[in-house]
Structure formats: structure tokens, C-alpha cells
């Protein structure tokens, strides 16, 4: 279901998940040890294994990790791992960076600030931790994306009168929310690390920290 949502989406979200992706490959530095959280069947990690010297996937769906296995399987740099990205299995500063995109810090459907601490932990120091949701600017064609996964059965119909911008409200429950610049800053308030925000593409806002352990 995860893939056939990708499968059916619109040029203009085609044209928003390349540039996130090309973002991320642009950031990961040559010869490092990459985590993605929330990896789904492996789209983005095809990409960070071709630069990056390992390429670790987490998801908590077992059913994502397998196909993700079939997905990767001609990069031996690949590992993928059912796990929760609350309680990684890993040890302190374990990667070179940890990367969390396509609005993964609210689609998670976690405690946002707990979720990057667990981050900043498996990441070393002066080690990079990349986060993604959605601009402003793309609301309607992501609305027209979302109406689209309802209509194939993937989500629940969207109730049309509670959802607004940046908030995508289904009848079944399904919420699907983003995060603001303002909440980014406040979301790592007291935190060690530096932060950077960065619109990408009209479509992206992109949160980038610096790991700064002593």
C-alpha cells in the first residue's frame, strides 16, 4: 500500500520527492555510515547507498523491511532493520548521520521531541541529523495527492470540511499534520546541536542539525 501511494502520485510530488532526495544525497557526506528512519520498501536508500559507505533502513512494518530487502538487494552497503525509531538499537554516535524525510516527523505519529533526541544519540559528533515536512507553497497539490490515495482506498476518505492547510483530516482518523518553522526551533530548544532551516524546491522545508556532543 506504502508503494502503490508513490505509484500514484502526480508530477508535481513526482518533481517534490526527487528534490528531497537530491537534497539528501547532497548533504550526506562521502564515505559515512547513514541512518534513514522510517525507510518504507527502500526508495531513498537506493540513493544514500550509492554515495554513502553504509546505508542502514529502519521501519517499524516488518511487511516495508521485506520489500525493502528485494528493493536493496544489489547494494551489499544495505541493512535493514525492524525497528522503532523511539528505541534504535544501536550504540551512542554509531552514524555519520541519521536523515528522516517526506515529513516523517509527523507521519510517525510520535512524540516529535523524542524522536530527534533519539536521533541526536545514535549520531556522532559534529554528525548531521536531516528532517523534512512539507512548505506551505505546495498545499494544494499535496491536498490533490492526498485525494488521490483516498480515492484508491489507500487512506480513508478526507473529511473536506475539517481539513485546511497543512492539515489533512480522513473520516476513518488518519490525521496527517506538518511541522512548522516555529515548532522546528522549539522542537529542539536546549538540545546540543546547531540548526538550520531550508525551503526546497517551494515544496520542502527542511530542518538540518549539527551535533554538538562534549
Known amino acids: 500500500m506504502l508503494k502503490r501511494c508513490y505509484d500514484i502520485a502526480p508530477p508535481r510530488i513526482l518533481q517534490y520527492l526527487r528534490a528531497e532526495i537530491q537534497y539528501v544525497i547532497g548533504k550526506v557526506p562521502s564515505d559515512s555510515g547513514v541512518l534513514e528512519l522510517g525507510c518504507g520498501y527502500g526508495r531513498v536508500l537506493i540513493h544514500v547507498a550509492q554515495k554513502a559507505r553504509s546505508a542502514y533502513g529502519v521501519d517499524i512494518a516488518r511487511s516495508n523491511i521485506e520489500l525493502a530487502r528485494e528493493v536493496t538487494a544489489a547494494y551489499s552497503n544495505c541493512q535493514l532493520l525492524t525497528m522503532d525509531a523511539l528505541k534504535l ?18 507521519a510517525f505519529h510520535v512524540d516529535q521531541r523524542a524522536l530527534i533526541r533519539e536521533s541526536i544519540r545514535v549520531t556522532r559528533n559534529r554528525g548531521l541529523v536531516v528532517y523534512s515536512s512539507y512548505s506551505d507553497k505546495i498545499w494544494q ?4 495527492w492526498f485525494s488521490l490515495q483516498a480515492d ?3 487512506i480513508g476518505a478526507i473529511d ?10 480522513c473520516k476513518d482518523g488518519f490525521e496527517a499534520t506538518t511541522v512548522s518553522e516555529e515548532q522546528f526551533h522549539e522542537l529542539v530548544r536546549g538540545l546540543p ?19 554538538k556532543k562534549t
Open 89 to 106: 538499537g544501536f550504540r551512542d554516535g554509531a552514524f555519520d548521520a541519521v536523515v528522516c524525510i517526506q515529513n516523517g516527523i509527523s
Open 160 to 169: 473536506m470540511q475539517k481539513t485546511n492547510r497543512g492539515l489533512i483530516i
Open 193 to 211: 546541536v546547531d540548526i538550520t532551516l531550508e525551503e526546497v524546491d517551494g515544496s520542502s522545508l527542511f530542518c538540518t542539525l549539527t551535533v
Open 141 to 144: 497539490d499535496r491536498l490533490h
Open 152 to 154: 484508491a482506498g489507500l
